[in-house]
């Protein structure tokens, strides 16, 4: 039976590719994302190919927006089977350098928005007896790294949510993981060269040979593919019985 998934920040990037694995396994996708233009464009290319998916303008930083989003696709399909909450943003800066603005505006769209979205599915997801819950966490969630407060933090709680709600959904047929990548080939991860230059004291140029590469062992960085494959492998029937993990997919980075 088709699945049906709801994944936020998903009309580009990670996100986007994620969606469109479930479309070409069958399931039925709703796209969020706060970029209309974006989101509408993937949405209408996807119809034309005869998916069933949907698209809705979501800001993860307005509860409202999340809860609307959410009831939204039960309304719609009925169910929701699969949740990926995804939406994320990077800002490198020392801690004196780095603003409270930005620090609490990242805490509330890589932390609380995930518990929002997470606290509204479950009751669909329990009456269903079953759910995949996706966390979109990083290498960051175990580690620390110079520049990278907000986003460490942010990603350190959701690691701590994602364990919680495991325990409590266990017994409804629901798993919850974190999906713990390390440097992704992704726009995210090019645009925080500028912001290591300045941290790490060398030239933007050699950031990725002199700072970024020497931590991985398998000395690249990972596909987005790699990535998908991952998460389409959680939420399957077969992981079923993993649930509560940082899932990490990090080249080596963190066995050292």
Same mark, same amino acid.
């Given at each position: 039976?088709?699945?049906?998934?709801?994944?936020?920040?998903?009309?580009?990037?990670?996100?986007?590719?994620?969606?469109?694995?479930?479309?070409?396994?069958?399931?039925?996708?709703?796209?969020?994302?706060?970029?209309?233009?974006?989101?509408?464009?993937?949405?209408?290319?996807?119809?034309?190919?005869?998916?069933?998916?949907?698209?809705?303008?979501?800001?993860?930083?307005?509860?409202?927006?999340?809860?609307? #989003?959410?009831?939204?696709?039960?309304? $719609?399909? /009925?169910?929701?089977?699969?949740?990926?909450?995804?939406? +994320? %943003?990077?800002? *490198?800066?020392?801690?004196?350098?780095?603003?409270?603005?930005?620090?609490?505006?990242?805490?509330?769209?890589?932390?609380?928005?995930?518990?929002?979205?997470?606290?509204?599915?479950?009751?669909?997801?329990?009456?269903?007896?079953?759910?995949?819950?996706?966390?979109?966490?990083?290498?960051? #969630?175990?580690?620390?790294?110079?520049? $990278?407060? /907000?986003?460490?933090?942010?990603?350190?709680?959701?690691? +701590? %949510?994602?364990? *919680?709600?495991?325990?409590?959904?266990?017994?409804?047929?629901?798993?919850?993981?974190?999906?713990?990548?390390?440097?992704?080939?992704?726009?995210?991860?090019?645009?925080?060269?500028?912001?290591?230059?300045?941290?790490?004291?060398?030239?933007?140029?050699?950031?990725?040979?002199?700072?970024?590469?020497?931590?991985?062992?398998?000395?690249?960085?990972?596909?987005?593919?790699?990535?998908?494959?991952?998460?389409?492998?959680?939420?399957?029937?077969?992981?079923?019985?993993?649930?509560?993990?940082?899932?990490?997919?990090?080249?080596?980075?963190?066995?050292?």
């Amino acid at each position: 039976m088709s699945k049906v998934v709801f994944i936020s920040g998903s009309a580009d990037g990670i996100g986007k590719q994620v969606g469109e694995a479930f479309l070409k396994q069958g399931d039925k996708v709703v796209f969020s994302d706060i970029n209309t233009e974006k989101l509408n464009a993937l949405v209408n290319e996807w119809k034309g190919k005869g998916s069933e998916c949907h698209g809705i303008k979501c800001d993860v930083t307005n509860n409202d927006e999340i809860n609307a #989003a959410i009831d939204e696709t039960v309304s $719609k399909y /009925g169910r929701l089977d699969i949740l990926v909450n995804n939406a +994320g %943003l990077q800002h *490198v800066a020392n801690v004196e350098d780095f603003t409270i603005e930005k620090f609490e505006f990242m805490i509330k769209m890589m932390t609380v928005a995930p518990f929002v979205a997470i606290k509204r599915t479950l009751p669909v997801m329990k009456k269903q007896n079953f759910g995949r819950i996706i966390n979109m966490c990083s290498i960051q #969630a175990v580690i620390g790294s110079p520049g $990278k407060s /907000g986003y460490n933090t942010a990603k350190h709680g959701l690691l +701590g %949510l994602t364990r *919680v709600v495991a325990l409590e959904a266990a017994s409804f047929g629901i798993t919850v993981n974190a999906v713990c990548p390390g440097y992704v080939d992704t726009a995210l991860v090019q645009g925080q060269l500028e912001g290591l230059s300045k941290t790490r004291g060398v030239p933007v140029g050699e950031v990725l040979d002199k700072v970024l590469l020497p931590q991985i062992p398998l000395r690249r960085l990972l596909a987005v593919q790699e990535i998908v494959d991952y998460i389409m492998f959680l939420t399957s029937e077969k992981a079923g019985g993993i649930t509560g993990q940082a899932c990490l997919i990090d080249g080596g980075y963190t066995a050292q």
